[in-house]
């Protein structure tokens, strides 16, 4: 069974760092690409960002390029995000996400339970 | 980005009721879209991909349709565990967007 547990959730100023973990579990986990998706309280889901099965590859939303940083070790069966320069707008539930097919694909059937982040002074 | 606006942004019904959700593109994304279910406090759920692909173990109930700009989510006789939020989400090309969410309610 897939499991996916993300980590490092938690309360920091503005203009602060915090580094997010998902551990995956159940899967051959460098044949997949995963993302992460965020959701602020009581809003919709936005994706965040998104790396290739091999870790070549990565993607941003606009909103945090420049200021976050996607990265995986396969070796450890894990997903990472660092964030940097945080704003109260990154306020938000973290969720990571398993692409359904290989190494690029864009749908996501696997999701973790989610961490929170709060951007608060 | 591509643009994906979603409506209704709310909705009521009653268990029985036939439902549908419309999502709408900015650009044509061929058939690459993905409906997913999401009660509260829960994580997302995929329910259908490539438009009107249903995911291994969801019910019937539920099918999709469309392709290019415009396609649609159908709840064919709603039951009490379907009331939730619905968002569909673009995998085109990046970035991957979601619409803005529909909440079902019961009437």
């Known amino acids: 069974e897939v499991q996916l547990l993300e980590s490092g959730g938690g309360l920091v100023q503005p203009g602060g760092s915090l580094s997010l973990s998902c551990a995956a579990s159940?899967?051959?986990?460098?044949?997949?690409?995963m993302s992460w998706v965020r959701q602020a309280p009581g809003k919709g889901l936005e994706w965040v960002s998104g790396?290739?099965?091999?870790?070549?590859?990565?993607y941003y939303a606009d909103s945090v390029k420049g200021r976050f940083t996607i990265s995986r070790d396969n070796s450890e069966n894990t997903l990472y995000l660092q964030m940097n320069t945080l704003r109260v707008d990154d306020t938000a539930v973290y969720y990571c996400?398993?692409?359904?097919?290989?190494?690029?694909?864009?749908?996501?059937?696997?999701w973790g339970q989610g961490t929170m982040v709060t951007v608060s002074s | 980005a591509i643009r994906i606006t979603q409506s209704p942004s709310s909705l009521s019904a009653s268990t029985g009721d036939r439902v549908t959700i419309t999502c709408r593109a900015s650009?044509?994304?061929?058939?690459?879209l993905a409906w997913y279910q999401q009660k509260a406090g829960k994580a997302p759920k995929l329910l259908i991909y490539?438009?009107?692909t249903l995911q291994s173990g969801v019910s019937s109930r539920f099918s999709g349709s469309g392709s290019g700009t415009e396609f649609t989510l159908t709840i064919s006789c709603l039951q009490s565990e379907d009331f939730a939020s619905y968002y569909c989400?673009?995998?085109?090309?990046?970035?991957?967007?979601f619409g803005q969410g529909t909440k079902v309610e019961i009437k």
């Open positions: 996400a398993k692409a359904y097919g290989g190494v690029s694909d864009g749908k996501f059937d696997y």
């Open positions: 159940g899967l051959s986990f460098s044949s997949y690409a």
């Open positions: 790396i290739s099965g091999s870790g070549v590859t990565t």
């Open positions: 650009q044509g994304i061929s058939s690459y």
């Open positions: 490539a438009a009107s």
């Open positions: 989400q673009q995998y085109y090309s990046h970035p991957w967007t």
